[in-house]
């Protein structure tokens, strides 16, 4: 891949199969047999395009238009039913809430766990530990399970994790939303200097974040591209 580019998306489509009942989602899935009783289903049509590095992209389109299911793709934790994604550089990715959480876990180890993920070293989260907490600000929740925290907790830590692990390529995709709003300017000044340095995939349906804070925006429609041009 190029080294001028640093997200491809080329000729990418997702189909899901809707199936009428359990039993013969089972028997496709252990024989191959009978796939004439599903419903395929089209998440995202044959999309391609290209992000530069260091361009903030902004998605955006109804619920359903296929923006997750894209994100994923890009991310890697989704795998798609054609086409191809090429990613050159970190990627650390906000997506759906308490996603890579393990509710069990206090909000400490799973901060240890997640910048583990995405390559830090134990010497190197001990070191970032402290600006993490209090970028999330979340106090003595911080070594208590995360299943007992709000939504609105679980985006700070969330998001002061990926905030630190020195990404090339962030990714969100509208968890800001359920933050509240001094958080959320938190985030937006961060996110304002990150993109002088780094790669940003936003997702809102916010059109004034998304105008002051991309470059360019992608509109998708029912999983096809409907539009893409200058933000604004």
């Known amino acids: ?121 134990r010497a190197e989260i001990d070191r970032a530990l402290p600006s993490i907490l209090e970028f999330a600000e979340i106090g003595d929740f911080i070594d208590r399970p995360v299943k007992t925290y709000s939504s609105g907790m679980f985006v700070r830590l969330a998001f002061a994790v990926i905030a630190h692990v020195r990404a090339d390529i962030l990714i969100i995709d509208e968890a800001l939303a359920v933050g509240d709003v001094y958080f959320t300017q938190k985030c937006m000044r961060f996110l304002k200097r990150f993109k002088e340095s780094g790669t940003l995939v936003f997702v809102s349906h916010d059109v004034n974040s998304v105008i002051n804070l991309c470059d360019r925006a992608i509109w998708l429609d029912r999983g096809r591209i409907a539009r893409q041009g200058p933000a604004k």
């Open 1 to 121: 891949m190029s080294s001028g580019i640093a997200i491809r998306v080329d000729g990418v489509a997702k189909r899901y199969r809707i199936f009428a009942r359990p039993f013969d989602r089972l028997l496709f899935q252990m024989f191959g047999l009978r796939e004439t009783r599903c419903e395929p289903f089209d998440a995202l049509h044959e999309l391609s395009f290209a992000v530069r590095p260091g361009e903030t992209l902004g998605l955006i389109g109804r619920n359903g238009a296929g923006k997750s299911t894209l994100l994923q793709i890009i991310c890697g934790t989704l795998t798609p039913s054609t086409g191809n994604v090429a990613v050159n550089g970190r990627v650390a990715a906000l997506l759906e809430l308490g996603a890579g959480f393990n509710p069990e876990f206090t909000g400490r180890e799973n901060v240890y766990m997640n910048a583990a993920i995405y390559g830090l070293d």
